[in-house]
């Protein structure tokens, strides 16, 4: 831990930055000091990402300073954050896949000898950083190979082959095992016993104490309190939203109704194997398993995206062809994929359009769309999600996460899908779009239709489910009810027979 009278690494002062139509900062001040871990708190559209982009050169301010060791900066780019000893760590690698992993370390600054790569060198400069993380590679390992928690210790380590004195971590537990997270935080705990400064942003409030020493909470653009890290998580919680919030997983459970989805035998080799299962109306049924157990997978041959070996899916009691989502979106099936960005939006398009991808086929008479139709139910649906906007024409790629996130879910209500596939819905979400998200849900199952939810969330598995399916090794290990169901009691079913399973 820090003391009070450490000098200040990084400074931020009354910044300001606005978009047409949207003001993201608005007078923010923060501070950083060497050696600590500073959470940066706040809902999706807060103004997290705006400010960290306004550290790192990607967004220039409009007005304020900012200022390293004392000493007023300007950051126009990249290179300026790096000059200044500034690396962010993006949910988004920025790693190629095809080259190894030293190349990456190294990517656009390799050491050279007589204007050649010096292919040794860099090798063995690449070895000391990886033990300096303690990661198992080796130089020459393809990127491609080394999985999500791999490659993130790889973008630490590039960062701080850049000499980063200030490390901004975006998110990084967010796809991460247990396992996983308590290495990435023994990794955090030594660079800061090595005087490394660390902005971490995170959703997960249980791990704020755990690693952090202060917390900057931001609420519409501007920063609204700092407080200690071990401050409780339901006073974090009226700091980020404004007001308290009663019940984390608020779900309202009614009498099931007659089988809106059957999926029998279901199997793809290799992938998964024999599943069947049933989704009646006005049913959240839960997937949990470990990651790799094949949940997303199956989700996708249930909706048509690929095409399974064997088995059968039926939709209000009709079998639908395999391999066909035209099919299974006419049957009225619907499915928020994992990738929001790259599965379930058209970044380029605006909120409007993308809301209405899925009904569009339904509002043209002739070739003709009918527009002011698709206008009115778009701005309905927005409503009824509370988007946070400037309006429908905005690029849906502008939007903070959680409302991109509502987008995606809103195209299918204004669809009405009988049957909502929910995979990892609240992924990368502040706590206040989680409930509106869930009472979402609670609308769906309540007008009697359904849900599947996917997710790596075991409270919240245990909290929206009216049943939990678990998966282990490709097939269901298990059927749980919520009445029943704890998280020891899903986590044994979900290492079953996974005596090799490593997190």
Known sequence: MTGADDAEILRVRNLRKTFPGVVALDGVDFALRPGEVHVLLGENGAGKSTLIKALSGA?????????????????????????????????EFNLVPELTVAENLFLGRPPRRFGLVDRRAMNAAARDLLARVGIAAEPGDRMAGLGIARSQMVEIAKALGLDARVLIM???????????????????????????????????????????????????????????????????????????????????????????????????????????????????VGLAGLVGAGRTEVARAVFGADRPDAGEVRVDGRALPPGDVQAAMKAGLGLVPEDRKGQGLVLGADVQENLGLVTLGRASRGGVVDRAG??????????????????????????????????????????????????????????????????????????????????????????????????????????????????????????????????
Not at 226 to 233: H, I, K, S
Not at 238 to 264: H, N
């Open 374 to 503: 698709q206008r009115r139910g778009a701005g309905e649906i927005a409503g009824r999600l509370n988007v946070r906007m400037s309006g429908l024409a905005q690029e849906v790629r502008t939007l903070s996460g959680g409302n991109q996130q509502k987008v995606v879910i809103g195209k299918w209500l204004l669809a009405d899908a009988k049957v909502l596939i929910l995979d990892e819905p609240t992924r990368g979400i502040d706590v206040g779009a989680k409930v509106e998200i869930y009472r979402l849900i609670n609308d769906l199952t309540a007008s009697g239709h359904a849900a599947l939810m996917i997710s790596s969330d075991l409270p919240e598995v245990l909290g929206m489910s009216d049943r939990i399916l678990v998966m282990a090794r490709g097939g269901i290990a298990g059927e749980l009810p919520a009445g029943e169901a704890t998280q020891d009691t899903v986590m044994a079913l979900a290492v079953s027979g996974h005596d090799d399973v490593k997190e």
């Open 170 to 284: 975006d998110e990084p537990t967010a796809v991460l095992t247990t396992g996983e997270v308590d290495r990435l935080f023994e990794i955090v705990a030594r660079l800061r016993e090595e005087g490394v400064a660390i902005i971490f942003i995170t959703h997960h409030l249980e791990e704020i104490a755990r690693i952090g020493d202060r917390v900057t909470v931001l609420r519409d653009g501007r920063s609204v309190a700092e407080v200690p890290a071990d401050t409780p998580e339901e006073e974090l919680v009226r700091l980020m939203v404004g007001r308290s919030i009663d019940a984390q997983y608020p779900r309202e459970r009614t009498e099931p109704g007659p089988a809106l989805l059957e999926v029998r035998g279901l199997a793809r080799e290799g992938v998964f194997r024999d599943v069947s299962f049933e989704v009646r109306a006005g049913e959240v």
């Open 59 to 91: 967004h220039r301010p409009d007005e304020g300073t900012i200022e390293v060791d004392g000493r007023e900066v300007r950051i126009r780019s990249a290179q300026d954050a790096e000059e200044l000893g500034i690396a962010t760590i993006y949910q």
